[in-house]
């Protein structure tokens, strides 16, 4: 999370992270990196919080994916973002669903001095008043609040899923 920070009081703070290593040490990896995003919170006071985390469940899905709970429960309800009473939380779970599966996860915090925000439904194809905390997770193409969209394996015949995010993780300098 470091980089140039923007004035105090932004309205907006977008974040994006490779969480993927969170999941292998929870004790400590996990805390430190929570106590980094809730400092940055408090110093960017924004109003709207986007979180995109990369590797949800980290590394080896299937041992690590139980902990994402935690992850959640602890960023919904610190006493760091107590003052954000509205969220949307979506969690692609399904590591059991290659063809669909691409472990990300994304959270999305309203503060309290918002008032009246909609999201839209793709399935009834109107807005709707975003009140209370919600989540969202396992298969996510069924959920009306979001499209998810992968692109097709033919794309990259001779690569797996597993292995463009292994491709993204060595990759030397910035991707642009």
Not at 65 to 88: F, G
């Amino acid at each position: 999370m470091a980089g140039k920070a923007a004035a105090p009081g932004t309205g907006i703070l977008l974040v994006t992270a490779n969480v993927g290593t969170l999941f292998d040490d929870t004790e400590n990896l996990q805390k430190n990196w929570l106590r980094e995003f809730y400092q940055t919170v408090h110093a960017q006071k924004p109003q709207f919080l986007s979180l995109h985390c990369q590797e949800v469940g980290g590394k080896n899905y299937e041992a690590s994916m139980a902990h994402v709970d935690k992850l959640v429960k602890d960023l919904l309800s610190s006493d760091a973002m107590k003052e954000y009473n509205r969220a949307r939380v979506y969690l692609d779970e399904n590591y059991k669903s290659q063809e669909n599966f691409t472990a990300l996860g994304s959270f999305y915090f309203l503060h309290e001095s918002l008032k009246n925000v909609y999201q839209y439904d793709f399935k009834a194809k109107k807005y709707r008043k975003v009140t209370g905390k919600e989540i969202y997770s396992d298969t996510l193409e069924s959920t009306p609040m979001l499209e998810k969209e992968k692109f097709p394996q033919e794309f990259f015949p001779e690569i797996s899923n597993l292995d463009v995010i292994d491709l993204l993780r060595t990759c030397p300098g910035e991707l642009v």
